[in-house]
């Protein structure tokens, strides 16, 4: 069993990496030039470096990374995927040979993005129901709707006959979710209105934080199909284009609900971010300040250290394994070792 790992986020202006023998470094640098130590961690217990704008490594740090396996992902400050950087590739030349070939069959690539569709409008359904068991007080008949309709399209999902009527399904089901959400900030909600899905730019500090997360969740998700020898761009759901991770946005369909939706629920509803944590721009934009985003940030790592037992390996794991595990599962699958894709399902 692959061990948990943890990813290094680089966010300050003034920090600066450099390694003593096995071990990462992290320095701050104040306004007279003074440093300081802020952080050490040797390298076998970190997997990536993330960093935020435009904080160049050395070539020292990127060569020490590409032969520790160490990935390195640079992001705008809010969050937008710039590059990623990483050493040798990994996998067997066959496996992504097979990927390739069954990308190209569209009932070989129907037969996937099903599993991944239903297991994402599931956990969608499952969160709502979620909220009428915590909260039976405020579970409206819209709210009650939106489940029946998910549940519904469920066993449409099963049936569907194209990868264009599954994802008319798939885009129904995330515009009805969303149509509901709102009703899942408890608190803080007339300073957290949330009136549907906005992303480039994001337009209220619900959809930036989301934006932010779904990003970081979607480079781990990547990262690990890398690790197991999979090509993160070739997918079987989103279309193919230059540049786009298809199989990454694939795979992190299932965990948007659980590694996305749900942080950015309990950091507004525990008051851990406020209003005055975001500004809007003259464009409309909102962005996060640092605070928020550290907040953003914390509260993703603490949650990947969380445990739970995998709903089909039926083992105890951190929640931090489960794009690797499902990656692995992946690749079983395209290799023939198992008789379908077992998605994660919330449960």
Request: glycine share 6%; aromatic share 8%; net charge neutral.
């Amino acid at each position: 069993m692959k061990r948990h790992l943890n990813t290094l986020y680089i966010t300050s202006d003034d920090a600066y990496v450099r390694k003593e023998h096995e071990t990462f470094v992290v320095e701050l640098r104040n306004a007279d030039g003074e440093t300081k130590k802020a952080l050490q961690a040797p390298v076998h217990t970190i997997e990536n470096i993330v960093c935020f704008g435009f904080k160049p490594l050395s070539p020292q740090i990127m060569a020490f990374c590409a032969e520790k396996n160490v990935g390195i992902s640079y992001l705008t400050e809010t969050g937008r995927f710039l590059a990623r950087v990483y050493g040798a590739q990994k996998g067997n030349v066959l496996l992504r040979k097979t990927q390739y070939s069954l990308s190209d069959s569209e009932p070989e690539s129907l037969k996937i993005a099903k599993n991944i569709v239903a297991a994402k409008v599931s956990n969608y359904r499952y969160m709502l129901q979620r909220h009428q068991r915590n909260h039976p007080d405020k579970y409206s008949d819209e709210t009650g709707s939106a489940v029946e309709l998910l549940g519904g399209r469920l066993r449409n999902i099963r049936a569907a006959e194209s990868l264009d009527e599954l994802r008319g399904y798939e885009g129904e089901c995330a515009s009805e979710y969303f149509g509901v959400l709102p009703e899942l900030i408890v608190e803080q909600e007339n300073d957290f209105r949330f009136t549907g899905r906005s992303r480039r730019p994001p337009l209220d500090p619900a959809n930036a934080m989301l934006s932010f997360l779904y990003t970081i969740l979607a480079n781990d998700v990547r990262s690990s199909l890398e690790t197991v020898g999979l090509d993160p761009q070739v997918g079987f759901l989103h279309r193919i284009r230059p540049g786009r991770p298809s199989l990454a946005l694939d795979m992190m369909e299932e965990f948007r609900a659980y590694l996305g939706d749900r942080i950015m629920l309990n950091l507004i509803n525990l008051k851990q971010v406020t209003k005055d944590d975001f500004e809007i721009r003259e464009s409309g934009e909102v962005r996060m300040s640092d605070k928020a985003r550290k907040e953003l940030l914390t509260a993703y790592q603490k949650r990947k250290q969380e445990e739970i037992i995998h709903p089909f390996l039926g083992e105890k794991m951190t929640i931090g394994l489960l794009p690797h595990i499902q990656a692995q599962l992946l690749a079983r699958y395209i290799r023939g070792d198992i008789d379908e894709y077992p998605p994660f399902y919330l449960k």
